[in-house]
């Protein structure tokens, strides 16, 4: 099992920003595509932000220029800065390691609160 170490999640209030960050195995992370998705009570579980073993990107509509992904290859890391936020940016935020439909890996998640 692929174990995906979660951080940075917790209590800002609206406009504030927040950085959460993933680690993952030296060994899958450079074959990796990797993703955040997020999950608020009773809605399904969406893509955030996604980010493709070359470096390509993309973003749900709704944090389009307020959020930005990254990885550090070397750290094998993926990192999640998160700009302007919002109360519906409320929700349990999950890393994602994905090669294919079997080979796909999720953190614990982790939770973001934005409120005043």
């Known amino acids: 099992q692929v174990e995906l170490v979660e951080s940075g999640g917790g209590l800002v209030q609206p406009g504030g920003s927040l950085r959460l960050s993933c680690a993952a195995p030296?060994?899958?992370?450079?074959?990796?595509?990797m993703g955040w998705y997020r999950q608020a009570p009773g809605k399904q579980r969406e893509l955030v932000a996604g980010?493709?073993?070359?470096?390509?990107?993309n973003y749900a509509n709704s944090v389009k220029g307020r959020f930005t992904i990254s990885r550090d290859n070397a750290l094998n890391t993926v990192s999640l800065q998160m700009d302007s936020l919002k109360p519906e940016d409320t929700a349990v935020y999950y890393c994602?390691?994905?090669?294919?439909?079997?080979?796909?890996?999720w953190g614990q998640g982790t939770q973001v609160t934005v409120s005043s």
């Open positions: 994602n390691a994905y090669l294919n439909r079997v080979l796909n890996y």
């Open positions: 030296r060994s899958i992370f450079s074959i990796y595509d």
């Open positions: 980010i493709t073993t070359g470096g390509r990107t």
